[in-house]
């Protein structure tokens, strides 16, 4: 009865009936009522994940439908909107690493630093500090 005791009611997990140490919350959504234990939040997720099957869960590139957590994100200076799957994200990995080796515009080797060319420049690729230079002061309107 004291302030230190360890008189807390034990909590069961509403799904599996099991004790639970840590308990967790299910999401409105879920129709749940009570407490749940970290498996069985888990297992719940995954399957209202999974049921929202619409355009966000499949591939960008290849149109495979992985699933929500097999999905990867693109990186920004790929210009993808949506999601990757493991293998697409991985080719398109390869093929920008390539990429990031030599300049673009004089197939000079790149150092550690590389400057992704801008939209309107109309160059795919990475540029060296020189050729970006140059690429930049072409497009500073000259008063």
């Given at each position: 009865?004291?302030?230190?005791?360890?008189?807390?009611?034990?909590?069961?997990c509403t799904?599996?009936?099991?004790?639970?140490?840590?308990?967790?919350?299910?999401?409105?959504?879920?129709?749940?009522?009570?407490?749940?234990?970290?498996?069985c939040?888990?297992?719940?997720?995954?399957?209202?994940?999974?049921?929202?099957?619409?355009?966000d869960?499949?591939?960008?590139?290849?149109?495979?439908?992985?699933?929500?957590?097999?999905?990867?994100?693109?990186?920004?200076?790929?210009?993808?909107?949506?999601?990757?799957?493991?293998?697409?994200?991985?080719?398109?990995?390869?093929?920008?690493?390539?990429?990031k080796?030599?300049?673009?515009?004089?197939?000079?080797?790149?150092?550690?630093?590389?400057?992704?060319?801008?939209k309107?420049?109309?160059?795919?690729?990475?540029?060296?500090?020189?050729?970006?230079?140059?690429?930049?002061?072409?497009?500073?309107?000259?008063?």
């Amino acid at each position: 009865m004291g302030l230190f005791s360890s008189s807390k009611k034990k909590e069961f997990c509403t799904v599996c009936k099991k004790g639970i140490a840590r308990k967790s919350n299910p999401k409105k959504d879920w129709n749940v009522k009570g407490p749940l234990c970290a498996n069985c939040y888990v297992d719940l997720m995954k399957v209202n994940f999974d049921k929202k099957k619409d355009s966000d869960n499949k591939c960008v590139l290849c149109g495979k439908e992985p699933g929500t957590f097999n999905l990867w994100k693109p990186k920004k200076e790929w210009d993808l909107k949506g999601w990757l799957c493991e293998s697409c994200f991985n080719e398109r990995e390869k093929a920008d690493n390539e990429l990031k080796k030599n300049c673009s515009v004089c197939n000079a080797k790149l150092g550690f630093f590389v400057r992704h060319a801008k939209k309107e420049w109309d160059v795919t690729g990475y540029l060296c500090k020189n050729c970006w230079n140059i690429q930049e002061s072409k497009t500073i309107p000259k008063e």
